[in-house]
């Protein structure tokens, strides 16, 4: 069921994007009384699924979900109609109109990308806010991974600082580190302040998926399994678990390992209950566990920030420039020998999986806000057969007053498509390498 609503999640979202970046050439080429012949949704090689004429356009839904299309007469494009370029130019056709009017066109589906991202953006800070994890509410420090431990950090750390700059919020750290080319953290441990050195194969861990670090809190009980030993013996919600018998717990990450020391064995479990210590006698099957879940809302201090509808709006294109800055700031990863981030790059199945398993509004749109902006980008490379390629021919022709020949623009579209396949075998190659690995 959850891959189900992953696939169905991804589905909407790309369609949608789709839809509304295609509509953006639509809408500035009938601006310009450019005829559009077709409006698709998805490719159609062969036939449609669905299809259907209204005036000089037709609009349908294509079998093969690599993208979609709108097909403007007059223009060399992904359809490759050459008997329309043999033909006198027309005045409703593309290529009869000023070189501005082209250049406005092809920018039309990056432009609604980049203001849809901000929109979402802002609709989502207005209607829920931002919830996140403020770095000083981290009274406990952070919990490590083996990464993290090997590069010299410990539980129980509290990040101070990253080269020497503070970072506010808990999520910012590790993509500072990463995309920033983070060389030092500072941390406060046992009451000293220490500078850690980040190396390279400590990045590179991180682009593998290494999270380096969670937030470190005690567990306070906000839940039990059903067959709970834990409830059966008479610990309640809201009791902080501070020892299995003679072994101090006063964090959750060190519970699971103390009780691995008494599998099917009887043990006193105390707890913090109302300020007073209260102790428990109870038998552990042979998993050792107490059949308890901790109460994350009281022990991670996270923060709500609430905006009105007038400060959404700045709010919103704030985020959208840190996503779209964020993105460009991967590129210099992924062109980069040394981290080797290319190996890394997925395609539609690791788009996929960055949806959550069950259906949450909140969620859907902002990871549709943040690829808004990434088609945007995507689409402004100067690669022959994407919109980026076009507005360089066009930018060429308008400073220079030459329009490139026909045929040199046939054998750019046949190489830029040839580059984009490439691409595509490339990055979704890649997915399916590492669901073997």
């Known amino acids: 069921m959850e891959i189900i609503v992953k696939i169905g999640q991804f589905l909407l979202s790309i369609s949608i994007l789709i839809v509304l970046h295609e509509f953006g050439h639509f809408f500035f080429a009938r601006l310009f009384n450019t005829r559009v012949e077709k409006f698709f949704l998805f490719f159609d090689p062969g036939f449609s699924l669905f299809k259907v004429k209204k005036g000089d356009t037709t609009y349908g839904i294509g079998w093969l979900p690599l993208g979609g299309y709108v097909k403007i007469a007059g223009m060399i494009d992904e359809s490759m109609d050459k008997e329309q370029m043999k033909q006198p130019a027309k005045p409703y056709e593309f290529r009869a109109k000023p070189a501005w009017q082209r250049l406005i066109i092809m920018l039309g589906g990056v432009m609604v990308n980049f203001l849809l991202g901000f929109l979402i953006y802002a609709a989502i800070l207005y209607t829920w806010g931002e919830d996140y994890l403020p770095v000083k509410n981290m009274q406990h420090g952070v919990v490590v991974d083996s990464t993290a431990y090997q590069a010299g950090f410990r539980n129980g750390d509290l990040i101070l600082s990253l080269d020497g700059n503070q970072v506010d919020r808990f999520s910012q750290i590790v993509p500072t580190i990463l995309l920033e080319d983070v060389n030092t953290v500072q941390v406060k441990r046992d009451g000293r302040t220490e500078s850690i050195q980040l190396s390279l194969h400590i990045k590179k861990r991180i682009i593998k998926g290494d999270r380096l670090f969670s937030p470190r809190y005690p567990f306070i009980v906000g839940g039990f399994a059903k067959k709970s030993v834990a409830r059966n013996a008479g610990i309640q919600k809201g009791d902080r678990i501070l020892r299995i018998d003679s072994i101090e717990t006063p964090m959750a990450d060190l519970l699971k390992p103390a009780l691995n020391n008494f599998p099917n064995q009887e043990v006193t479990v105390t707890v913090l209950r109302n300020g007073r210590e209260k102790e428990f006698t109870l038998t552990l099957d042979e998993t050792a566990m107490l059949g308890v879940a901790v109460d994350l809302i009281s022990v991670i201090q996270f923060e709500t920030k609430k905006y009105t509808f007038l400060e959404a709006i700045p709010a919103g294109v704030a985020k959208a420039w840190e996503s779209g800055k964020m993105y460009l700031q991967q590129f210099k ?26 259906w949450n509004w909140q969620s859907f749109w902002g990871l549709t806000a943040f690829l808004s902006i990434m088609l945007a980008i995507l689409n402004l490379l100067p690669i022959p057969a994407l919109d980026g390629g076009h507005v360089t021919f066009l930018l060429y022709e308008i400073i220079t007053g030459k329009q490139p020949g026909e045929k040199f623009m046939e054998y750019a579209q046949l190489t830029g498509m040839a580059i984009i396949f490439a691409l595509l075998i490339f990055v979704n190659g890649n997915d399916i390498i590492k669901l073997f690995q």
Request: glycine content about 16%; charged content about 20%.
């Open 333 to 358: 990863l992924i062109f980069s020998s040394e981290t080797e981030a290319y190996k890394e790059v997925g395609g539609f199945i690791t788009i996929g999986k960055i949806f959550p398993g069950v």
